[in-house]
């Protein structure tokens, strides 16, 4: 299946969550089977000649790439999620959102030193969250070499808070 093929099945949805926003819901093609299998194919087509140790994938869509993704590249998973839901010692950090604050936690002994870590979630917008999740990768002594998101809304600039030479890969993009 080739990507307009996989891009097609995202569904739009108008005024969701609220008016004026045109949702790009990916629930369309992880049902398909062969979509899901050929977007997760692409991705790890694109990032195999990088040598990552692990992928970290943000609450909670971002798990739904992560996994397949992390199995494809030989590489290990680790998660990253809101607080409290994680057993062992943590690493937090609060970031900005638009109307507010929110926290991400990691275990603090998820990543050895100098390991190489990709970044993964479904979607970029603004770029707080996934900036958060490098974040605190770097806190626990990860080496992020990359993000890796399904879809990139460049109107909204996410990628400007991805931390220079972190390569940055988007399945699709809209504008």
């Given at each position: 299946m080739?990507?307009?093929?996989?891009k097609?099945?995202?569904r739009?949805?108008s005024?969701?969550?609220?008016p004026?926003?045109?949702f790009?819901?990916?629930?369309?093609?992880?049902?398909?089977?062969?979509?899901f299998?050929?977007?997760?194919d692409?991705m790890?087509?694109?990032?195999s000649?990088?040598?990552?140790?692990?992928?970290?994938?943000?609450?909670?869509?971002?798990y739904?790439?992560?996994?397949?993704?992390?199995?494809?590249?030989?590489a290990?998973l680790?998660?990253?999620?809101?607080?409290?839901?994680?057993?062992?010692?943590?690493?937090?950090?609060?970031?900005?959102?638009?109307?507010?604050?929110?926290?991400?936690?990691?275990?603090k002994?998820?990543?050895e030193?100098?390991?190489?870590?990709?970044?993964?979630?479904?979607l970029?917008a603004?770029?707080?969250?996934?900036?958060?999740?490098?974040?605190l990768?770097?806190?626990v002594?990860g080496?992020v070499i990359?993000?890796a998101f399904?879809?990139?809304?460049?109107?909204l600039?996410?990628?400007?808070?991805i931390?220079?030479?972190?390569?940055?890969?988007?399945?699709?993009?809209?504008?």
């Amino acid at each position: 299946m080739n990507a307009d093929e996989i891009k097609s099945k995202i569904r739009n949805i108008s005024n969701f969550p609220k008016p004026g926003i045109e949702f790009k819901d990916i629930t369309t093609l992880l049902k398909d089977k062969e979509a899901f299998k050929s977007a997760i194919d692409l991705m790890a087509k694109e990032l195999s000649q990088e040598k990552i140790d692990y992928v970290v994938a943000i609450e909670s869509r971002g798990y739904l790439l992560g996994a397949p993704l992390a199995y494809k590249l030989g590489a290990g998973l680790v998660l990253v999620r809101k607080p409290g839901k994680l057993p062992a010692a943590v690493e937090r950090i609060e970031y900005d959102l638009e109307y507010g604050t929110d926290v991400l936690e990691i275990h603090k002994d998820s990543i050895e030193e100098g390991k190489k870590v990709l970044v993964i979630d479904d979607l970029l917008a603004t770029g707080g969250t996934v900036k958060a999740a490098i974040d605190l990768v770097k806190k626990v002594g990860g080496d992020v070499i990359g993000a890796a998101f399904l879809i990139e809304l460049e109107a909204l600039g996410g990628k400007k808070k991805i931390p220079e030479g972190t390569k940055l890969y988007s399945l699709f993009k809209y504008e």
